[in-house]
């Protein structure tokens, strides 16, 4: 009779035994797949980290196109108003017998100087307002890269973490199903 309760002992005993190991492999799935599941979101999150950068680099790139357009414009607008301060100086030397004739080429001259002046002006300011706004956004967009360079390299070590602990969980647990 003690044979067979003991027996039964050893059999209560090694059934709980098998629960709890159950049980064990039961969390040990859970939790890889949890991971599993929170490395795809994170690679996710790294691949949108990496196209942002890229956007960066192509508004960077088209800014730097009109700020280049914008300094062509002007030199030529100065081109402009060198070669019409060259005419009027060329009126001013020669004699004109017909004094009516050369007062109304200068004035012609004066006008065409003082428009082109304008245009040199205005489209200063409007590249000095262009590259204040564009250093502005570079220092957004090097902040904003900054702090995704960050998140990426965070991600990318919480990545590697929990892939180790995947590769740590099935050496743990070497579990066939069949």
């Given at each position: 009779g003690e044979d067979i309760d003991s027996l039964q002992k050893i059999h209560v005993f090694n059934m709980e035994k098998l629960?709890?190991?159950?049980l064990r492999l039961a969390e040990a799935e859970q939790k890889i797949r949890e991971l599993?599941?929170?490395?795809?979101?994170?690679?996710?999150?790294?691949?949108?980290?990496?196209?942002?950068?890229?956007d960066a680099q192509s508004v960077s790139r088209q800014?730097?196109?009109?700020i280049t357009k914008l300094e062509q414009e002007i030199e030529q607008a100065k081109r402009e108003l060198a070669e019409t301060q060259?005419?009027?100086?060329?009126?001013?030397?020669k004699e004109l017998g017909d004094i009516p004739e050369?007062?109304?080429?200068?004035?012609?001259?004066?006008?065409?100087?003082?428009?082109?002046?304008?245009?040199?002006?205005?489209?200063?300011?409007?590249?000095?307002?262009?590259?204040?706004?564009?250093?502005?956004?570079?220092?957004?967009?090097?902040?904003r890269l900054?702090?995704?360079?960050?998140?990426?390299?965070q991600l990318e070590a919480e990545l590697q973490q929990d892939q180790q602990q995947i590769k740590v969980?099935?050496?743990?647990?070497?579990?066939?199903?069949?």
């Open positions: 629960k709890n190991s159950e599993a599941l929170n490395i795809k979101g994170k690679e996710g999150l790294i691949k949108e980290l990496v196209r942002t950068g890229k800014y730097s196109l009109k060259k005419q009027l100086q060329e009126l001013d030397s050369k007062v109304m080429l200068q004035k012609e001259c004066q006008k065409k100087m003082e428009a082109a002046k304008l245009k040199v002006q205005r489209e200063a300011r409007e590249l000095e307002q262009k590259v204040a706004q564009m250093k502005h956004q570079q220092s957004q967009i090097q902040k900054c702090e995704e360079s960050e998140k990426k390299k969980g099935f050496f743990l647990f070497p579990y066939d199903k069949e």
